[in-house]
Structure formats: C-alpha cells, structure tokens
C-alpha cells in the first residue's frame, strides 16, 4: 500500500489532512526546514502534533533539511532526543552527517530532495549509511524511476518517495541561489524569497555575431509575455507551474514508489484539504479495483479551486518548459466572520460576522481541531427567524452537521471574475 504524505505548516493544515485521509503528514522544526517563513513547528508543538497524528494512525515526520553548518548540528543534536520522545517517527534531512544522529535516537532517517538522488547506486550508498527513505530528484521521468525501482527490488529495502503535487523550483532540486544573489535570502537555508515567481522585464540586445540556435526538441519557443505600460515587455519565464499528478495514479502505483508527496508547507489549509481528499479518492478507488478504475475530471476541478500555478507533470513524462502565471484557483477567500458558538445537539453554529452573508453563498471554515471544511448555506437565522440574507455586524445561526469550535476562522468562496 502506498502512503499519501500530506504538508503542514500549522495545526490547521495539519488537522486538515488528517480527516481528510493522509497517512502521514510531514513538518517543519523552528531553524531548520526549507519553509523558514511557514509558522513551522517548536519542540513542544511537535509533542501536540504527535499526538493528534497517532489519534489518527498516521506518521509524523519532522523536516531538517536546510544547509548544516558545525552550529546547526550541534543544536539539533540537542533536540532530537526530544523529538523521538514527543513521538515523531522520523526525520527529513539533506545532511547526511544526520543519518547517524537520527537512527541512535531511534527516528527513520529520510533523505530529503535536496540531496538530488537520481540513481540506484546512490540510493544504495545511502541505504548503507543507514537511511531509511530517499526521495527522489524532481528531475527523473517515470522510466527512470520505474528502472531504478526494479533494481531496488533485487536486492535493497530502502523505501522510494517522489512529489506527486505542488510547487516546482526553477533550480535542480531546489538547489538556488536568486535569492541570495538578489536579497541575501538564502533559499538553501529555507528563507526564499521566490523573486522567481516575480513578473520580470524581458529585454533583447541584439548583437550581429550572436548565433542562437533552438536544440532542444520542442519547436514551441513562446513565453507567456505581457506588454507593460512603459512599452516593455514582461514575462514568468523563471517559474514553472506547479505540478498535478492526479490523472496518472495508475502508472504511479505501478511503479513501485513507496511514498507519494504533496508539496506546501507554505500553503494555506484549504489547499492541503483539497489535495489529500481527491488524492485520497483516486489512491483508494485504484487500490480497491484497478481493473475498473476510471479518472474522475471532477478531481482536477477540485484542484484547480485552490491556490495553483496552473498544472504540468513536472519532468515524469518530458521536460516541462510551460511558464506559469499568478494563482490560478477558481476562487477567492474573503474573511467575513468568526465562530461565537457550536450548538452540538441541534448541530448550528452561531457566527459573528463582519460582512454580508445569504443563503446559497459557499463558506470555508478553518480552525486547529476543525482542519478545513466547506459548506454552502441553505438555511440562516437571527433570533429564531429564518433568513434569506444577514448584513455585516450581526450574528446569525447557520445549520451545519460538522462540528465546529470557537474562534474558528469563516470565509466566504467567491468565484473569480
């Protein structure tokens, strides 16, 4: 059975792809993972998070995998005695030095992306040294992976994990350095700045002993270019779309691949939602019949409500060389209201709201032991008396069988124009 690996950069995130069926979800530790500016995770907060994750049967795996420098290490050999205690199983590193440390705390040592494992004999070298896990260069195709998957079987037991959505860097498995040139921003130490996803001025300086010419096997050389108002011209052409893998489960489970990633760490809960319940439904049907499997286009509907760049497949079947553009989701999160109350044996929840709200609208609510869940309004009251519309300022009841908490953040889905 493969494992689904869902993101968290919170409690919210983290919640949220527990209900809605990961099997194991991946977090930051403070200083030392690639999302430096997600709200990442404390010790303390890893005990909690442990806790909710067993509730659930799933894995908790703890990210390390910034560049280590002799101080870094020395801190985080500090903490990983409490990071098994507070009942995480496993880390994600890019340091090798830290293979030795987390198997003499008993934790699984998987090797991050950024160490770009892109064939069999590294994945043996690293199997040697004690790791548990390597997840595979971004920049393999599917044959490739499959061929060292069939090498693995013959005689290795080290587990394979690939990404399967989410983000993709302009750089080799993450390993760039825009935003330290430009900011001084280290994105190897997880404090990218993303000046690739910037919109950038695209001049031509034509010079009469330039010989350019077009090698490559795509005959489309055309960037998304937009005229400025200044009479230049701009362009995306450093950010890549984001990757979606949702209409190749069958080939992927084929393969072999032990572990299947979503990326966004960064992203908000709704994102992680959304991800882990359409993967979870295609991984599931797949499992449960694969001779009458079929893909669903209601799943890639579903992706595309949330933040996206638009979608490729990444390198698994050609070189990608589509440009995104800004988010792409088909819908816009508006804060409108807040939880007052739960009212468990009617099932309503009274919200306070600071804009206008009607029956028919779609609404998102977001808290840490809520995770992320959407509900269209069919009915609403104020004082006992059924409304079709309540103004900004007002408290008004809504009917809604999934239990909600206090404090519980409410959003408003508004289509995009």
């Not at 049967?57 to 500090?78: F, P």
């Not at 896990?133 to 044959?143: D, K």
């Not at 994990?161 to 760039?176: D, K, P, T, Y």
Request: aromatic share 10%; glycine share 6%.
């Amino acid at each position: 059975m493969v494992e689904l690996l869902a993101p968290a950069g919170n409690f919210i995130s983290l919640t949220s792809a527990l209900k809605n069926g990961a099997d194991a979800v991946y977090i930051g530790l403070e200083e030392a993972n690639m999302r430096i500016n997600a709200s990442n995770f404390s010790l303390e907060d890893i005990k909690k998070a442990s806790e909710i994750t067993k509730e659930y049967g799933a894995k908790l795996y703890v990210c390390t995998n910034t560049i280590m420098k002799d101080k870094d290490i020395e801190r985080l050999k500090e903490q990983l005695p409490y990071i098994k205690e507070y009942g995480a199983d496993g880390i994600i590193l890019s340091d090798i030095s830290l293979i030795d440390l987390a198997i003499e705390n008993g934790l699984e040592a998987h090797i991050s992306v950024q160490e770009n494992t892109s064939n069999f004999y590294a994945l043996k070298t690293l199997e040697k040294l004690g790791a548990k896990r390597a997840i595979l260069s971004r920049e393999l195709s599917l044959e490739e992976i499959k061929e060292i998957i069939q090498k693995l079987k013959e005689n290795s037991t080290i587990e394979t994990e690939v990404f399967i959505h989410g983000a993709m860097c302009m750089a080799i498995s993450g390993r760039c350095f825009l935003s330290y040139a430009l900011y001084g921003r280290s994105a190897n130490c997880g404090d990218c700045l993303q000046p690739c996803r910037k919109e950038w001025k695209l001049s031509f300086e034509e010079d009469e002993n330039d010989d350019v010419i077009n090698t490559s096997e795509s005959e489309d050389e055309s960037f998304i270019i937009s005229h400025s108002y200044d009479g230049s011209y701009r362009t995306n052409f450093f950010s890549p779309k984001d990757m979606a893998l949702i209409e190749h489960i069958p080939e992927l489970i084929e393969a072999g691949i032990d572990s299947f990633k979503i990326e966004g760490r960064a992203r908000s809960p709704d994102y992680v939602a959304m991800a882990v319940k359409v993967y979870r439904e295609a991984i599931d049907l797949y499992q449960k019949d694969p001779k009458s499997y079929q893909y669903n286009p209601k799943w890639m509907e579903n992706l595309m409500k949330v933040f996206n760049r638009g979608y490729d497949t990444g390198f698994y079947f050609n070189i990608p060389h589509e440009i995104s553009e800004n988010n792409q989701s088909k819908f816009i999160k508006k804060d409108i209201a807040k939880v007052v109350n739960y009212y468990n044996k009617i099932k309503v929840a009274e919200l306070k709201i600071w804009d206008d709200l009607a029956v028919g609208d779609e609404i998102m609510i977001q808290g840490p032991s809520t995770g992320s869940i959407t509900h269209f309004i069919d009915s609403m009251q104020i004082d006992g008396k059924a409304i079709e519309k309540a103004e900004k300022g007002s408290n008004v009841a809504i009917a809604i069988d999934e239990k909600l908490r206090e404090s519980d953040f409410v959003y408003k889905l508004i289509p995009r124009g």
